[in-house]
């Protein structure tokens, strides 16, 4: 089994700057690639970015693409959400969610573990 439990959410204005941090422990060895996703009220979960443990290898939904940075640090098994200009349409709860297969990295079925969720709202 593998636990995630992310942090780093709160309330900031349109154009501010937020970093979430997703702490990953237990198996961890069987995970290749750890991902974010978002659910805003009233919509379905959406994949956000995603990053590899090994190699520089990211993804991002083009909603994000040139505001927020997926990272990593492999010695803390944490992965870090650096969003910044963020939006009132940013404005959802956050999950991290970790699988062992590369393909399929914005499939929410695909992965197998996931986070509480932390809140990340944006005012206007």
């Known amino acids: 089994q593998v636990q995630l439990v992310e942090s780093g959410g709160g309330l900031v204005q349109a154009g501010g700057s937020l970093r979430l941090s997703c702490a990953a422990s237990?198996?961890?060895?069987?995970?290749?690639?750890m991902g974010w996703f978002r659910q805003a009220p009233g919509k379905q979960r959406e994949f956000v970015a995603a990053i590899r443990w090994s190699g520089s290898i990211t993804y991002y939904a083009d909603s994000v693409k040139g505001r927020f940075t997926i990272s990593r640090d492999n010695a803390k098994n944490t992965v870090f959400l650096q969003m910044n200009s963020l939006k009132p349409e940013d404005t959802a709860l956050y999950y991290c969610a970790a699988k062992r297969f590369y393909s399929d990295y914005d499939v929410e079925e695909k992965y197998g573990y996931w986070g509480q969720g932390t809140q990340v709202t944006v005012s206007s």
């Open positions: 237990g198996r961890t060895i069987t995970t290749n690639i």
